[in-house]
């Protein structure tokens, strides 16, 4: 390991833009395809990871779906989580909001109910094991109706007090923020926070219809909100946080190469951006991985590493009293990497 490797390592991060089912490793793919007798369209683990070649985030979303169809119970979903925060721990990660995605569940005949108290039991034990501490980020699939969304939120009334905050994710292009305004102001009024993918494929419009239409408190990835000096501007003066996802970026074909990949940009411009890792286990890396990957190609300082890890914990949803911890945290583990 080189020495920013180390130290990349060593520091205490948050993640904040986390699809738990992109968690979702080959390995218990199977093992979960076996334990509830479920039919898997690929023939073995090899042959999962090659078809994990994707030209756009629709190609992706296909496949990820698909994948869902072996989650099925509690446990399952409980099994998912807790070898999600197993691996954040030996990222040093120690704060997590998960997205989860209840619509690709619910529409199999999956209840609400088993996917959350999965999720929620796994989120407990990782506090216990770990001293990870997480949050629920429940999205919305833009490609479905805003009654569905509806419904969805609806559904989740009983949990409302275990989840933080909505998301927005799925298929952008052609599925506006503005279609889910009024779900995102029942969401703000029920007292959640409230996240959005936008400017991952679709234009600057739509981060520009996520601040003012949905008023959002986080952009999920917002890559294209560099095409419009305004906008910049705009996300510059309100210092909104950006959860930039450098590997998925690249799997995405959202950028060309890692080579090119704008998080130093974003940096240098005073945007607050963030690195996560989206759906790690489709996307070939992990938290660490996505620092060090970008780290490399963009020989970023430091310094900005530093940033990127601070930024991850102002940026998150954590009362004021444990950002100052983790702050600290971070402080002194500068003090003796020095
Ligand atoms: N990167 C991504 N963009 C949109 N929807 C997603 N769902 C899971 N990962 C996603
Ligand atoms: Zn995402």
């Excluded at 430091?302 to 940033?307: D, N, P, T």
């Amino acid at each position: 390991m080189t020495d920013i490797d180390q130290f990349i390592a060593g520091l205490p991060k948050a993640e904040l833009h986390l699809h738990i089912e992109g968690t979702l490793e080959p390995e218990l793919m199977f093992a979960l395809a076996r334990r509830n007798d479920v039919t898997m369209p690929y023939g073995s683990i090899d042959e999962i990871r090659q078809a994990y070649d994707f030209g756009n985030l629709q190609d992706f979303l296909d496949i990820y779906y698909a994948g869902t169809n072996v989650l099925r119970t509690p446990q399952d979903f409980h099994d998912l989580a807790a070898a999600y925060f197993d691996r954040a721990a030996q990222d040093n990660i120690v704060h997590a909001e998960i997205m989860f995605d209840p619509q690709a569940h619910t529409s199999r005949g999956v209840p609400f109910a088993h996917v959350i108290e999965g999720l929620l039991s796994a989120m407990r034990d990782a506090e216990e094991r770990h001293g990870i501490t997480s949050d629920l980020i429940l999205s919305f699939l833009r490609h479905l109706s805003e009654e569905e969304a509806f419904d969805t939120l609806r559904a989740a009334t009983p949990w409302l007090p275990q989840i933080k905050a909505v998301g927005l994710d799925s298929s952008e292009v052609g599925h506006p923020p503005e279609k889910f305004a009024r779900v995102f102001a029942a969401a703000a009024e029920a007292g959640l926070k409230l996240c959005a993918h936008a400017g991952e494929e679709g234009p600057p419009a739509y981060v520009w219809e996520a601040l003012d239409l949905l008023k959002v408190d986080r952009i999920d990835h917002g890559n294209r909100a560099l095409e419009e000096d305004a906008l910049v501007e705009r996300l510059v003066d309100e210092q909104m946080v950006l959860t930039v996802c450098p590997l998925s970026n690249l799997k995405l074909c959202v950028i060309d190469d890692i080579a090119s990949h704008p998080l130093d940009r974003m940096l240098e411009m005073g945007l607050r951006a963030t690195v996560n890792s989206d759906d790690p286990a489709y996307f070939g890396g992990y938290l660490n991985d996505n620092y060090r990957a970008v780290t490399a190609a963009r020989s970023l300082s430091r310094e900005q590493v530093a940033l990127l890890a601070r930024n991850s914990i102002t940026g998150s949803f954590l009362p004021q009293q444990a950002k100052d911890a983790h702050l600290a945290t971070i402080d002194a583990y500068l003090e003796q990497a020095h």
